[in-house]
């Protein structure tokens, strides 16, 4: 019998975990598994199946399993088999979605918690927000007499292996059902309750947890399911108050949810560039009043006309006092004499609608969790899938839910260096990060002879980010005594003197603000060195950090090539990554990528809903990202396109042939009068022959009447406008880092004039799990120079994935997701 595989989702929603369950569904069935779901989180399970109603046990009730090889289909079966059926689900083309769990009775789903589902149950799944199969709190579960019910029905519906995504209760939770297991088998058997076979078949559990949180509280991941959509929401709501603060110079306190985590709070606060935050894992030093107020009042001075306060519904004072918005407001009023409004955002954080990088992490865990499922054995721990920098891990989730508690506990205790530690490095350097930033204080000024000069200057095409990155190094300068300057429309700019020092008020907005503020263009060092090493010198430049993509990486390249030649190129030189194609070799990101994602799958969602109004409809969706695939193959895992078409892949006349075989079958499958849009990626240089509009006219001559086709190019739309959060973040994170390294070098450059060597003309990567400076010449061996792209990526993969999930291909004997 074919393994039964279930999927819950339980405690507070947040979005993703749609995507998580379609994901897990997926994947259990490409792994030849039955995908199960539980409705209303352990409630359903403790309710189970109305009597008499109990799933059979029998798999030849349900559609036959398929053997792995033989799906997707062949085009050979006619539909209105078993084949159909299988495709089509228990309940068919998202009709769990459409009709909603709320009408559950007109399903026949009344009384019904644990469901089969089949794959188009859970199709168009992924951009919706909450969790469609519901959630609840339950009491019942909190007593063995109720787990002992939750067991009696998982068993009498077959299932043994179970994917929980929710907070740290729901996976306490978790762990209680597993290890009591035993226990509550032997219970239910004694009782006569499942018979000796069924005890014998399910003596061991099988769960693995996903993390679905807002919060991102949870300790040893560094991302949950649904905290970068909360902190989108935070960001748009900020911003929005941002125009009206500044309009009539008031102060806003907002305040952000977070019990016992400050994640929302700090990284909206980074975010937005908000004057102070509070946080429950670092109450302010000493009197809060006194300190907040002595920052905000200095940033007035500095010329501010707006004040933006971001709280934590969690935070604290050092001696425990709950610190509140109104309180802060008080003290606003009392001291600084400033107008002042609370905003609480409450539940539109929650989210609606999943950003890019949420669907992209609960698909990317939820197919972890069905691999970790498949491979865990009864001596295995249980496990919670995690994600550290770039890298899906697996956790153990009692590990997991432990630490996660004891921050807490060390809260209560008043042990804040010792909460802090148990948080990821990016929290910590978040926190050193918002006070560079935000503070301005004497304090922290260099000796003066170790005080540099530092170029900035951006390079290539502009990618969200790059002006919150420029703010971040501005900043960081005068905080530290270093001074800026600014070098405006990148080498040309250089060349003609367009080289400016400037000051903390003049970046304060940039942050927000998409494109390139210091203008940029793709002209390169080597348009004359002579002239860029001149002015470099006659401009004190003593480091540089360059922004942009391809460009910045080369431009990096070509000074440390030169530095034989030229003394001034003998200054440190970073680069960060930006650019939306997210090309830049070894790095696994760029600025500015995670601002055009979400472009993409906002633009996605809205082709795919006019598709599906239509019925029948095949968009094809052009994307930028110039030689190489990410944005393509990210933006369909993301948006659920069913193929997708890169650069680095290329496009076959017989793979064609057969996408549009597969296309043709699936329309076949799909029920009359019900059938939704599909969506096509194609990278604008994946073949030169197969262009958009050529696929798009093949589509609609194959397609017959059984499905049109039409096209729509995305251009530079995908540059975002308005950047991420998460782009907004990261640009400060590794601007400071970037700020270290060059300072660092400058200084010991003063002592020792040769000491300059490749690792001193670097670009930041992150990688895996690390984040770190790779040298230019390092980086050029890695770089397939001629398509302007790394020679590979750690996404490569991910196109057979996308194409997995949309089902267009299937997974080969002994294949793992
Ligand atoms: P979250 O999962 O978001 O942290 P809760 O803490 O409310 O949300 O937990 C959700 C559900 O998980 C609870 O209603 C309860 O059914 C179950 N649960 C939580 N803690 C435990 C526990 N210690 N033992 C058993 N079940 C628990």
Redesign the pocket.
């Known amino acids: 019998m074919a393994p039964r595989i279930a999927v819950m989702t ?3 929603d947040s979005a993703g975990m749609n995507a998580a369950v379609r994901a897990v569904a997926k994947s259990a069935i490409l792994r030849g598994c039955q995908a199960w779901v539980v409705r209303e ?3 359903g399970l403790v309710r189970g199946n109305a009597e008499g109603e109990e799933e059979s046990t029998d798999g030849d009730a349900t559609p036959p399993h398929p053997e792995p090889e033989t799906l997707p289909p062949s085009v050979a079966q006619p539909p209105g088999t078993s084949e159909a059926r299988r495709w089509r689900g228990t309940y068919g083309q998202g009709e769990l979605l459409r009709e909603g769990v709320g009408e559950a009775e007109e399903l026949g789903l009344k009384g019904k918690y644990i469901l089969r589902v089949g794959w188009d149950d859970v199709r168009g799944w992924m951009d919706q927000g909450g969790t469609l199969i519901g959630t ?4 019942a ?2 007593e063995v007499a109720g ?1 002992q019910r939750a067991a009696r029905n998982l068993i009498s519906c077959g299932i043994d292996a179970l994917v929980v995504c ?8 978790a762990d ?1 059902l597993r290890a009591e297991w035993p226990e509550l088998v032997a219970a239910l058997l004694e009782r006569g309750e499942i018979s000796a076979e069924q005890a014998q078949r399910h003596r061991h559990l099988k769960i693995v947890g996903l993390v679905g ?1 807002i919060d991102n509280d949870m300790a040893t991941t560094d991302m949950t399911i649904g905290a970068a959509t909360a902190l989108a929401r935070i960001c748009e709501a900020v911003d929005s108050i941002s125009s009206t603060a500044a309009s009539h110079s008031r102060a806003f306190v907002v305040e952000v949810m977070g019990r016992h985590c400050g994640w929302l709070a700090l990284m909206a606060g980074i975010a937005t560039g908000a004057d102070y935050v509070f946080l429950p894992e670092r109450p302010p030093p000493g009197d809060w009043r006194a300190d907040m107020c002595g920052v905000l009042a200095r940033h007035r001075e500095m010329g501010k006309r707006k004040t933006i306060v971001i709280v934590a519904e969690g935070a604290l004072a050092r001696d425990l006092t709950p610190i509140s918005p109104d309180d802060i407001k008080a003290v606003l009023a009392e001291r600084l004499g400033l107008d002042t409004r609370v905003t609480t955002l409450g539940h539109t954080q929650r989210g609606g609608k999943p950003v890019a990088a949420d669907r992209v992490l609960a698909t990317l865990q939820g197919v972890e969790a069905v691999e970790a499922l498949l491979e865990a054995t009864p001596e295995t721990p249980s496990y919670v899938i995690g994600i550290r920098e770039n890298k899906i891990t697996r956790i153990e989730l009692m590990h997991a839910v432990q630490q996660t508690q004891l921050v807490a506990q060390r809260i209560e205790k008043q042990d804040f260096d010792g909460a802090l530690a148990l948080r990821d490095s990016e929290f910590a350097e978040g926190l050193r990060a918002f006070d560079v930033i935000s503070k301005i204080d004497e304090r922290e000024l260099v000796p003066q002879e170790q005080r540099i000069k530092m170029g900035i200057i951006h390079l290539g095409a502009p990618a969200g980010g790059m002006n919150a990155a420029t703010r971040t190094a501005v900043r960081y300068c005068l905080a530290h005594g270093h001074t800026p300057v600014v070098i405006h429309n990148g080498i040309p700019g250089l060349l003609a003197d367009s080289v400016a020092e400037i000051n903390w008020l003049r970046v304060d907005n940039w942050t927000t603000r998409g494109g390139s503020e210091l203008g940029t263009n793709r002209v390169l060092p080597d348009s004359d060195f002579g002239a860029v090493a001149a002015k470099l010198q006659q401009h004190k430049i003593e480091g540089l950090l360059v922004i942009g993509g391809f460009e910045a990486f080369l431009a990096v390249k070509q000074l440390n090539e030169q530095r034989a030649n030229y003394p001034a190129f003998r200054m440190p030189i970073a680069a960060i990554p930006a650019t939306i194609s997210n090309n830049v070799p070894v790095s696994e990101f760029s600025l500015g990528s995670d601002t055009s994602l979400n472009a993409l799958v906002d633009a996605c969602d809205a082709i795919k809903q006019s598709a599906s109004a239509s019925r029948n409809r095949t968009f094809v969706v052009e994307t930028q990202g110039g030689r190489c695939g990410y944005v393509a193959v990210m933006g369909a895992l993301a948006a659920g396109a069913v193929l997708v078409y890169t650069p680095e892949h290329g496009i076959g006349l017989q793979e064609l042939g057969e996408d549009v075989a597969w296309l043709r079958r699936r329309f076949e499958l799909d029920t009359k009068g019900k059938s939704e849009g599909r969506l096509v990626i194609r990278n604008e240089r994946a073949s030169d022959v197969y262009t958009t509009e050529v696929i798009t006219k093949i589509l609609k001559e194959e397609g017959q009447d059984l499905f049109d086709s039409r096209s729509a190019s995305l251009g530079h739309t995908l540059q975002g406008g308005t950047p991420s959060p998460l782009d907004r973040a990261r640009a400060t994170r590794l601007a400071i880092k970037c700020c270290e390294f060059l300072t660092q070098h400058a200084l010991a450059l003063r002592k020792d004039s040769t000491a300059y060597g490749d690792a001193t003309a670097a670009i930041i990567a992150i990688r895996g799990s690390d984040v770190e400076f790779v040298g230019a010449k390092d980086m050029a061996a890695q770089a397939d120079m001629k398509n302007r792209r790394g020679k590979t990526a750690w996404w490569h993969g991910l196109k057979r994935l996308a194409e997995l999930m949309g089902g267009r291909t299937a997974l080969k004997v002994g294949e793992k997701l």
Do not use: I
């Open positions: 339980s405690g507070g989180g352990w409630e609840a709190r339950c009491a579960f909190r787990r929710g907070g740290d209760g729901s996976l306490t939770g209680r949180s």
